[in-house]
């Protein structure tokens, strides 16, 4: 199993050997530090990899992470479930990753706030005519009175509110290129997240 933390950096297009053009999404992978090794034999009763990405200041971080870490600071921790035998200090790069290789990516997305009924569920709104004024973005009858629920809003009705800043993975994305000197990988299509979203990147 092939896996690593990257940042999001950009959109681009990147042509292949047919001369077609394919979208793609550049991502900056630096090097990361594998800092736990979990094993069903262990205490953990399960095979993992905690890996350490990036460095942060020892005054912003717990001393729980700072023992854990052995007195080293990352920007981020993260863990991938593997049966992979690896050695706690190894580090892996962009590397691990060739043309051609199928992964999926995971993050957070772009966060919106609170969202009307158009915007989050993709309601058709109100009429512009017929008495009406200010109804396009309005929900319309929710079913409440003494019908289906009883005079109560039935569970699951979809409503104004937050929207996004939730964790979502795209699977079956190519790797169309690889720099490993740079860190810099482009996967096809597009990922989420704004510039700089941190990502999980792993193989299928």
Do not use: C, W
């Not at 060739?98 to 109100?126: N, P």
Request: proline letters at 2%; zero cysteines; hydrophobic letters at 35%.
């Amino acid at each position: 199993m092939k896996f690593i933390l990257a940042k999001k950096e950009k959109m681009t297009r990147i042509f292949g050997d047919d001369g077609r053009a394919r979208a793609g999404t550049v991502l900056i992978a630096d090097p990361i530090v594998v800092t736990a090794v979990k094993t069903k034999e262990g205490k953990d009763k399960y095979s993992a990899v905690q890996v350490g990405m990036g460095a942060r200041k020892i005054k912003n971080i717990s001393k729980a992470v700072l023992g854990h870490t052995k007195g080293k600071g990352y920007e981020a921790i993260r863990e991938f479930k593997t049966d992979d035998a690896m050695d706690i200090g190894g580090t892996i790069d962009a590397s691990v990753f060739v043309v051609g290789d199928v992964v999926r990516v995971s993050g957070l997305t772009k966060g919106k706030g609170f969202a009307g009924v158009v915007k989050r569920h993709g309601f058709r709104g109100g009429p512009r005519t017929h008495g009406q004024k200010h109804s396009e973005n309005e929900p319309g009858s929710i079913g409440g009175s003494g019908g289906r629920a009883g005079g109560r809003v039935a569970k699951g009705m979809r409503m104004a509110g937050r929207i996004g800043a939730d964790r979502v993975t795209i699977k079956n994305l190519k790797v169309l290129a690889v720099d490993a000197k740079s860190g810099e990988l482009i996967v096809s299509g597009a990922v989420p997240g704004s510039r700089g979203t941190l990502l999980e990147v792993v193989s299928q």
